[in-house]
T-cell receptor, first 114, second 117 residues
Framework: DQQVKQNSPSLSVQEGRISILNCDYT??????FLWYKKYPAEGPTFLIS?????DKNEDGRFTVFLNKSAKHLSLHIVPSQPGDSAVYFC?????????????FGEGTQLTVNP | EAGVTQFPSHSVIEKGQTVTLRCDPI?????LYWYRRVMGKEIKFLLH????????ESGMPNNRFLAERTGGTYSTLKVQPAELEDSGVYFC???????????????FGPGTRLTVT
């Protein structure tokens, strides 16, 4: 039973345009969400997070949106750059019931074309 | 500040052998986690230490896996005996509780790629 789903295994965008990566979850106890970026042969790198009490968090070119009623979050990257090409993982935690462990999606491979 | 380090980066062993993976967390981080990614699928939680104590080991697949964190510093994950399905990338992560806010972002090491043949 996969509680965090990233239905798009890959996404390709042009440099300078917006990249939108999507994530859906099923566990209503999740109260904290994170996005990680992963380059080949490296570990995931923390990108941005959002608490369930918010619906938006912005950090430079990266913005995460949370729609609790739809159990959906998205990561917007604008403008996209070739160096953003990586696998992006959505992760969630249910701090009250499951502590701080993270539940990950399968990842989306983003390719930004020059 | 040094990040999370893991050793070895790669390990190839035969079925039935024993392998020990090591993780050194970021200095001062009380929380240490082990995760595993199998065949390019999602990254799955294995267990969580707070200092030297196992806080949550609900993700450990079976009793062939043994994790320790003596002294609350580095951790080891031993697989004995290894099976073919244990192949994958094993990640370690650490985090530090921020006063009044709980444990949030986890910082990952580069992983150990384990291949069991």
């Amino acid at each position: 039973d996969q509680q965090v789903k990233q239905n798009s295994p890959s996404l390709s965008v042009q440099e300078g345009r917006i990249s939108i990566l999507n994530c859906d979850y099923t566990n209503s106890m999740f109260d904290y969400f994170l996005w990680y970026k992963k380059y080949p042969a490296e570990g995931p790198t923390f990108l941005i997070s959002i608490s369930s009490i918010k619906d938006k968090n912005e950090d430079g070119r990266f913005t995460v949106f949370l729609n609790k009623s739809a159990k959906h979050l998205s990561l917007h990257i604008v403008p996209s750059q070739p160096g953003d090409s990586a696998v992006y993982f959505c992760a969630a935690s249910a701090r009250e019931t499951s502590g701080s462990r993270l539940t990950f999606g399968e990842g989306t491979q983003l390719t930004v074309n020059p | 500040e040094a990040g999370v380090t893991q050793f070895p980066s790669h390990s190839v062993i035969e079925k039935g052998q024993t392998v020990t993976l090591r993780c050194d967390p970021i200095s001062g981080h009380d929380n240490l986690y082990w995760y595993r990614r199998v065949m390019g699928k999602e990254i799955k939680f294995l267990l969580h230490f707070v200092k030297e104590s196992k806080q949550d080991e609900s993700g450990m697949p079976n009793n062939r896996f043994l994790a320790e964190r003596t002294g609350g510093t580095y951790s080891t994950l031993k697989v004995q005996p290894a099976e073919l399905e244990d192949s994958g990338v094993y990640f370690c992560a650490s985090s530090q509780r921020r006063p009044g806010q709980g444990t949030y972002e986890q910082y990952f090491g580069p992983g150990t790629r384990l291949t069991v043949t």
